[in-house]
């Protein structure tokens, strides 16, 4: 930041950060992409070494090493990894089986209409001709599963992808050992390896499990998802009655169009998720930040006693506190004198005045900022608190001096030391907002509706995501928008993150905290 | 005035200093104000602790306020979903009794017990092995991983949750939709949470590691001998985030159990959920109080006592740039 910034007037000096801010952003993408370009290339050349590796190294081994491209595994055991060639031979038999009765069929049936749209199966669940006489009708024939092919296609990628590298280090591992042997030493045995394990390549047993949870069941659900998106599954159809579709980015494009009522729900169910992540993140945070100050104040007494109270909330699990405020707050049905919550009658005994929360929208998001301040302010405080006390005391101690009032203190202190270890909780407080289902879905389920505005299945206080929740579940099935709906909350978080990461970065470099 | 005093002031005249008269203002300009100023300020900083103190035992009613209504709610006599008073007009432990002996809520309790120790057990695991692998080991694909890693949490979990629930038809036939089912559902993907702890691992001193590697010690002997002992608190913060989230969850286990005949294999949240529907909110809702006060104190206990670790867990991961 350079000098003439502190000439500037405040709308000036707010000016500058804006465009320091965006510039970030553009500066954020472009290295963005230059570092990605950066990764392909190397990608690239790597694999084109590779290559040249793998057909020099056949062309120049010996016999031995020549088959076990082919037989993986042979090479290992003539010449005295005797377990290791067994376990490499018996890794390739189960890839061809796999492939051969299992894999290779779906994988086929995923690429055969994947890149020209058109059904993902071949054969659709139909009534045949023949006839039952137990049942009574036309014997049915079980077609091909949409949902399966999809499925099992990335699986089957996966593990060709996993058997590849496995072959790529056998056929590498052939040619070391034909080197060995040349010199006339004798390989080492499986101990060695197994030492290994333990030492040097600590991290193989380390992760592997992990890895195949992760991959088992966050991966490949994961692609399979997005997969969906590019098709036409719904509860039209469902498999596995019926085959479904690809589309290309048909879904993409009706769920952003503005001129269609989907296209209108979507845009409204955006802009209510943006406006309830910024002010749940802000609202939470800075009234944290207040009660943390307020309660580390000197002179305050039972400080102990205040924080446990507050920290009380954020220990009672949040299904209960949610549905027991929701409760509190329900109007009982009806208007004027229904009865209802505790709050409800509260509010109409002493204001007449009859809450509709759960009946009119606006009402009920304001509500349920509220709500979320009494379940969120208290997380922030303990966060704050923590982080206050690490303010050094000397940097008061000379503002003291100086004549600084604490509203100034405030400002100059302790605001920007907070916000510069905050930031990136920040991200996630605000990431985790837009994908806060509980306060949403337990506070009011998403409701009230309104026909005029919001279709398939949303309501005016609900999230993309519990809009996604509704799409995949109950009578509104749509798995193909609920995919773009998931694809396009990634897309959200993934910017901001990007923004605010590139921020954070830029702030480390200006300032002296540290 | 200032070019008055040139005019009049003859410098010549006039003694170069009054040492009286500038000790008199000296005194003057340092004492009597200053003792004004400290009176004020005394009296202001009593003012503002007292709004403080004030402010504060409002702030702490209204946040307490909620939970007590619950805790009273649950000793109310009379039926229904609403009363129109705070306290209730008669006083019972019935709600109690009902609970435990009239309901399957002892049942979700064990259901729910059980799958959070073991999910916790499994993700305490995991999310260890994974950090240390990624503070402490050098492999090619260390950085990649963790890059994928970081984007594949961005993605909003539930969004696979279809997938998850055809992977586990296949794969379990007979029962996908039981425990197992939400165990693996809870700790399969722990792997991606790594970044609290490995932040941790990465501040203890790697000094520590050589000098172990250098009393030969290999990899596994020293993350389980030197580097497991002096992570209490990130196993401890682990522990309590992973153990708690079984009995926080509505959205998972709604799904995975949606439709089950069997109402007995839910788990608390979804239970109690199902207690608040409109056909048995009227019937339920002094038993739904009960049961949270049940469910809460053990949770809300262990946080208490744990608290230290949390924070010290939640503000790690924050500050880490």
């Known amino acids: ?514 | 005035m200032s070019e008055k005093n040139k005019n009049t002031q003859n410098p010549s005249s006039a003694p170069l200093t009054d040492w009286a008269a500038i000790d008199k203002l000296e005194a003057e300009v340092t004492t009597l104000p200053k003792r004004k100023k400290t009176g004020g300020m005394r009296l202001r900083r009593i003012l503002g602790n007292t709004v403080g103190q004030t402010v504060l035992t409002i702030l702490s009613i209204i946040w307490v306020i909620p939970l007590f209504y619950l805790l009273i709610q649950s000793f109310r006599k009379e039926p229904g979903a609403w009363s129109p008073t705070f306290f209730p007009q008669e006083w019972t432990l019935d709600n109690y009794k009902k609970l435990f002996f009239e309901t399957e809520f002892p049942r979700w309790y064990g259901n729910t017990l059980l799958i959070s120790i073991i999910s916790c057990a499994i993700t305490t695991a995991f999310v260890l092995m994974v950090s240390y692998a990624f503070s402490r080991m050098k492999f090619k694909a260390r950085k990649p991983m963790m890059n994928i890693m970081l984007i594949l949490g961005m993605f909003p979990g539930f969004m696979s949750m279809s997938a998850v629930y055809f992977l586990l038809k296949i794969l379990l036939p007979d029962n996908y939709q039981s425990h197992l089912s939400l165990i693996i559902v809870y700790s399969a993907g722990a792997a991606l949470s790594y970044y609290i702890a490995k932040g941790f691992f990465d501040t203890v001193p790697r000094a520590l590691d050589d000098a172990a590697r250098i009393d030969g010690a290999n990899r596994f002997r020293t993350f389980y001998k030197i580097i497991l002992p002096l992570s209490k608190p990130i196993i401890i913060y682990t522990i309590l985030v992973s153990i708690v989230a079984p009995w926080c969850d509505y959205i998972f286990v709604s799904y995975i159990m949606s439709g089950v005949p069997d109402t007995g294999m839910y788990t608390v949240s979804l239970g109690m959920y199902k207690w608040l529907e409109r056909e048995m909110i009227q019937q339920y809702f002094t038993t739904f109080c009960a049961a949270a006060v049940v469910v809460a104190t053990p949770i809300t206990a262990l946080f208490m006592w744990l608290q230290k670790y949390y924070v010290q867990g939640v503000t790690g991961g924050a500050v880490k740039g």
């Open chain 1, 1 to 514: 930041m350079d000098l003439n910034y502190y000439r500037l007037t405040p709308w000036g000096k707010l000016l500058y950060k804006l465009k320091k801010l965006f510039g970030g952003i553009g500066r954020g993408f472009v290295g963005f992409w230059v570092r990605l370009g950066k990764a392909i290339a190397a990608f690239f050349t790597g694999i084109v070494k590779g290559i040249g590796d793998f057909f020099g190294g056949f062309a120049s081994g010996s016999a031995l090493t020549k088959t076990s491209y082919l037989i993986m595994g042979s090479s290992h055991v003539f010449r005295g990894q005797i377990v290791k060639g067994i376990i490499y031979f018996a890794l390739e038999v189960l890839f061809v089986l796999y492939m051969l009765f299992f894999g290779g069929k779906y994988l086929a049936m995923f690429f055969e209409n994947f890149f020209g749209g058109g059904n993902v199966g071949r054969v659709e669940t139909h009534v045949s001709d023949v006839w039952n006489d137990e049942l009574g009708e036309y014997v049915k024939v079980a077609g091909d599963n949409s949902f399966h092919i999809i499925l099992y296609g990335i699986l089957s990628l996966f593990v060709i992808i996993f058997f590849f590298m496995c072959y790529l280090s056998s056929v590498k591992e052939s040619r070391l050992l034909e080197e060995i042997c040349i010199i006339g030493r004798k390989p080492e045995g499986i101990k060695g390896d197994v030492k290994r394990l333990a030492d040097k390549n600590f991290h193989l047993p380390l992760l592997s499990l992990p890895m195949v949870g992760l991959f088992m069941f966050t991966v490949i659900p994961l692609v399979t998802m997005i997969l969906i998106a590019f098709t036409n599954y719904d509860a039209n159809h469902e498999v596995p009655e019926h085959l479904f579709q690809w589309v290309g980015f048909k879904n993409f494009g009706e769920l952003l169009d503005t001129s269609s009522s989907l296209g209108m729900t979507f845009w409204r169910v955006f802009g209510w998720t943006i406006i309830w992540a910024v002010c749940a993140t802000f609202s939470n945070y800075f009234l944290g930040m207040a009660l943390a100050i307020l309660i580390n104040k000197k002179g305050i007494r039972l400080k102990k006693l205040y924080r446990t109270l507050f920290v009380a909330t954020i220990a009672v699990p949040q299904f209960v506190s949610l549905l027991i405020m929701s409760k509190m707050l329900d109007t009982g049905g009806g208007g004027l004198g229904s009865g209802g919550g505790i709050i409800t009658q509260l509010i109409e005994n002493i204001f007449g005045y009859h809450l509709q929360f759960g009946l009119d929208i606006t009402t009920t998001r304001i509500c349920i900022i509220l709500v979320n301040m009494w379940i969120g302010v208290p997380y922030s405080m303990l966060m704050c608190s923590g982080i206050l006390m690490n303010i050094p005391d000397d940097l008061y101690e000379s503002a003291r001096i100086d004549g600084a009032r604490p509203f100034r203190q405030f400002r100059k202190i302790t605001l920007p030391y907070m916000l510069f270890v905050t930031g990136p909780y920040l991200i996630t407080q605000f990431i985790g907002n837009i994908n806060n289902f509980n306060v949403i879905y337990l506070l009011s389920g998403g409701g009230p509706g309104d026909l005029m505005k919001y279709t398939d299945g949303a309501k005016g206080t609900d999230l993309l995501i519990t809009w996604l929740y509704k799409l995949s579940l109950g009578i509104d099935r749509n798995y193909k928008l609920a995919s773009v709906i998931g694809i396009l909350v990634f897309v959200i978080s993934a910017v901001f993150s990007l923004v605010i990461y590139n921020k954070s970065s830029a702030v480390k470099g200006e300032d002296n905290f540290q």
